[in-house]
Nanobody, 124 residues
């Protein structure tokens, strides 16, 4: 069974940091780009960041550029999202998804496997 499991969410004060993890089971991430999405209550889901299969290409939403860093460790079948300088508007459920796309790019489009999400709350 192909599965992605997110972890690392929680409550953090504005200006704080969290690192989200996305663990794959039942398949290898080597052939997939990975994207992080988020959805806040009452808002549409938005793409936050994505990384190509090898990690050589990354993309960030303007709202998180300079604050979030995506990375991956294919040997461990893991992808990470380091989130720094968190703001209340970053509060959302964060999801990772595996994208089946040709090597070297990511496009938030050909998403085949989704995780169940992890909640991030930024509040004082």
């Amino acid at each position: 069974q192909l599965q992605l499991v997110e972890s690392g969410g929680g409550l953090v004060q504005p200006g704080g940091s969290l690192r989200l993890s996305c663990a794959a089971s039942g398949f290898t991430l080597d052939y997939y780009a990975i994207a992080w999405f988020r959805q806040a209550p009452g808002k549409e889901r938005e793409g936050v960041s994505c990384i190509s299969n090898s990690g050589g290409f990354t993309n960030y939403a303007d709202s998180v550029k300079g604050r979030f860093t995506i990375s991956r460790d294919n040997a461990k079948n893991m992808v990470y999202l380091q989130m720094n300088s968190l703001k209340p508007e970053d509060t959302a459920t964060y999801y990772c998804a595996a994208e089946r796309i040709y090597p070297g790019v990511c496009e938030y489009r050909y998403l085949e496997v989704w995780g169940q999400g992890t909640l991030v709350t930024v509040s004082s």
